[in-house]
């Protein structure tokens, strides 16, 4: 990490603690500002990146004028406010949806930032992109009609769950399954078993369920090794893990947690994950009995794929483009080599399951297969020029450090 990246973090694990900064680091600030080794422009857009400009404000504002940029200062005040009225507004919204739920009696239960955000000294400073809620399989039916009574209207439709939109708010998810792994077990053993520990709790005043701490564990646990696997996932995911565990401490039933993780084949990647969590905001991880990191360049390989990501994978376009092209490398082949023949038809041609949701049509009606790759053709000219741009700028080495880290996680 370079000396931009160490400060945020720095500032990211005083902000989740409702601490601020000690005489000792404005001293260090000072002297990295004399020497020139910080950027607070650079370290502003890294936090915007990741999502967490807004959590990182209070924090910021403590420091002594004489510390930050002003015009930067301004710029956060500015990027924080507004980030925290959107959150408000958004769920504003968010509780009349849920009490929609409540009239109807149909059981739900939120998920993700919906209760996270309740950890986090200032909730509405920690952003979400969209609402994640879990219903019942056979209520699935009765809450579309719900939501489409409020106005909202079907994005996309995925294995688990149904996306829908409204006005300017942020999506709702609508899941009836918790976990990629269970579609891959052909099982809802771990989405059933959640409704039977499942806690009540309110959303401003609407009344709604969450999941029991262990099970909000596992379910983030299951979310980002699916986002390691297909884009990637940034600061603010690892800082709900941190304020999760150390909110619940000793409540945890940490052995219910780990048989669950070698149930689901995700043992490696969440014992990763803690340990990433403890060398970046020293979160007390005495929990972890396996002393499992005999590599630990892979360890810090996982915190630079997590810096590089951003929220949503995107922050650098050589690792957007890497994640385009990992779904086109045989993974578990320890050769990995990115142009064989077969990768390149891969990557041209994919089948029915590879291809983007955007080219639906062809997933209902595989006959229009090669329509569907001649749409997707026409879509990828400016991005295979923009990988030509960028093949001598390291991507093929950021690919293949991707297709190591992601078989060192066991997660292929």
Same mark, same amino acid.
């Given at each position: 990490?370079? &000396?931009?990246?160490?400060? *945020?973090?720095?500032?990211?694990? !005083? #902000?989740?603690?409702?601490? =601020?900064?000690?005489?000792? +680091? ?118 579309? &009609?719900?939501?489409?009574? *409020?106005?909202?209207?079907?994005? !996309? #439709?995925?294995?688990?769950? =149904?996306?829908?939109?409204? +006005? ?245």
């Amino acid at each position: 990490m370079d &000396a931009n990246s160490t400060l *945020l973090i720095r500032f990211l694990s !005083l #902000s989740i603690r409702a601490l =601020i900064p000690d005489h000792e +680091l404005y001293q260090e600030i000072q002297i990295k500002i004399m020497d020139n080794s910080i950027d607070w422009d650079t370290i502003y857009q890294e936090a915007f990146a990741h999502q967490v400009h807004g959590l990182l404000y209070p924090v910021i504002s403590a420091l002594p004028k004489d510390c930050c940029d002003f015009k930067i200062l301004s710029r956060w005040q500015r990027g924080a406010v507004l980030a925290g009225l959107h959150q408000l507004e958004h769920m504003k919204q968010m509780e009349k949806v849920l009490f929609g739920f409540h009239k109807e009696n149909i059981p739900v239960v939120a998920l993700k930032g919906l209760v996270l955000r309740n950890f986090y000294p200032k909730p509405e400073l920690r952003t979400m992109g969209d609402a994640d809620l879990l219903v019942h399989k056979e209520d699935v039916e009765r809450s579309k &009609a719900l939501l489409l009574s *409020l106005g909202y209207k079907i994005t !996309l #439709s995925y294995s688990r769950h =149904i996306s829908f939109s409204y +006005l300017s708010y942020p999506l709702i998810e609508l899941h009836w399954a918790l976990s990629d792994a269970e579609c891959r077990k052909a099982t809802s053993e771990f989405t059933d078993s959640i409704w039977e520990r499942v806690e009540e709790t309110t959303i401003n005043e609407a009344p709604v369920l969450c999941l029991s701490v262990e099970d909000q564990i596992l379910h983030l646990l299951f979310h980002t090794a699916h986002h390691t696997m297909t884009s990637g996932f940034g600061l603010r995911q690892l800082c709900d893990f941190v304020v999760l565990i150390e909110n619940a401490g000793q409540a945890i039933n940490w052995d219910y947690i780990h048989t669950k993780t070698e149930v689901y084949s995700i043992r490696k990647f969440s014992l990763s994950i803690f340990f990433v969590c403890h060398t970046l905001f020293d979160t007390d991880i005495s929990f972890m009995k396996d002393t499992f990191v005999k590599e630990p360049c892979y360890i810090d390989l996982l915190i630079e794929d997590v810096l590089n990501s951003g929220v949503y994978g995107r922050k650098l376009k050589t690792r957007e483009a890497s994640t385009q092209l990992m779904k086109y490398i045989d993974v578990s082949d320890n050769k990995r080599e990115l142009y064989r023949i077969g990768n390149k038809l891969s990557f041209l041609f994919p089948s029915t399951d590879k291809i983007s949701l955007k080219y639906s049509y062809a997933k209902r009606l595989p006959f229009l297969l090669p329509l569907a790759w001649l749409h997707r053709a026409f879509h990828n000219l400016k991005k295979i020029s923009t990988y030509k741009a960028m093949k001598h700028n390291g991507i093929e080495t950021i690919t293949k450090q991707r297709a190591s880290l992601l078989k060192w996680l066991e997660l292929y």
